[in-house]
């Protein structure tokens, strides 16, 4: 199995400023076929589902803000926040689709300093 | 805009099967791939297994013994089969859609999920 690995646990950061956010997986996640690695992060937010905020490593869903990016390839790779709301006070996790089964990072937490 | 809606017992006795049915409205269950994902009480996911549209099925090795995930799609509904329960298997059970397109195994629309207690 591909294990996930995200760091840190938690981090606290002010409104307005950068929230940065790691994933590391056991094996690469990049498909040489078609140079896409298959990485997908979610938010979740206390008592909800998780909504999906980015795939294909970089891609934003539809309706996401454009705060939110998707960086990496290989087996490392970034969330960043770049600049901090009140909303966005949740817990990410990271995915890798690029083989079964499907693997997640343990999640990051993400609150206001 | 698909909206997804998980059902089903939410306490099991040990030993016993847990059964959940995800019924998707404002969209056709043929055309995508669905999946079932559980997450224990203040812990990370897990994914249990999909259904592709196609109807086959791929499951995690780690449940691949006691899961069975089905599909109606007279009823547009899709339901996951959980035998041998334990209290391990106590978590909100999350029914998804699959992405659109070859490899797009990430969960793009998710139902609210349902806790599932296993006691005695």
């Known amino acids: 199995d591909i294990v996930m690995t995200q760091s840190p646990d938690s981090l606290a950061v002010s409104l307005g400023e950068r929230a940065t956010i790691n994933c590391k997986s056991s094996?690469?996640?990049?498909?040489?076929?078609?140079?896409?690695?298959?990485l997908a992060w979610y938010q979740q937010k206390p008592g909800q589902p998780p909504k999906l905020l980015i795939y294909?490593?970089?891609t934003r869903e539809s309706g996401v803000p454009d705060r939110f990016s998707g960086s990496g390839s290989g087996t490392d790779f970034t969330l960043t926040i770049s600049s901090l709301q009140a909303e966005d006070v949740a817990v990410y996790f990271c995915?890798?689709?690029?083989?079964?089964?499907?693997?997640f990072g343990g999640g990051t937490k993400v609150e206001i300093k | 805009q698909v909206q997804l809606q998980e059902s089903g017992p939410g306490l099991v006795k040990p030993s016993e099967t847990l059964s959940l049915t995800c019924t998707v409205s404002?969209?056709?269950?043929?055309?995508?791939?669905w999946s079932w994902i559980r997450q224990p009480p203040g812990k990370g996911l897990e994914w249990i297994g999909y259904?592709?549209?196609?109807?086959?099925?791929n499951y995690n090795s780690s449940l691949k013994s006691r899961v069975t995930i089905s599909e109606d799609t007279s009823k547009n509904q899709f339901s996951l089969k959980l035998s041998s329960v334990t209290a391990a298997d106590t978590a909100v059970y999350y029914c998804?859609?699959?992405?659109?397109?070859?490899?797009?195994?990430?969960?793009?629309?998710w139902g609210k999920g349902t806790t599932v207690t296993v006691s005695s």
């Open positions: 998804a859609r699959v992405g659109y397109g070859s490899g797009s195994y990430f969960m793009d629309v």
């Open positions: 404002g969209g056709s269950i043929s055309s995508y791939s």
């Open positions: 259904i592709y549209y196609s109807g086959s099925t």
């Open positions: 094996q690469s996640v990049l498909y040489s076929s078609n140079n896409k690695n298959y």
């Open positions: 294909w490593a970089s």
């Open positions: 995915q890798q689709y690029y083989t079964t089964p499907l693997t």
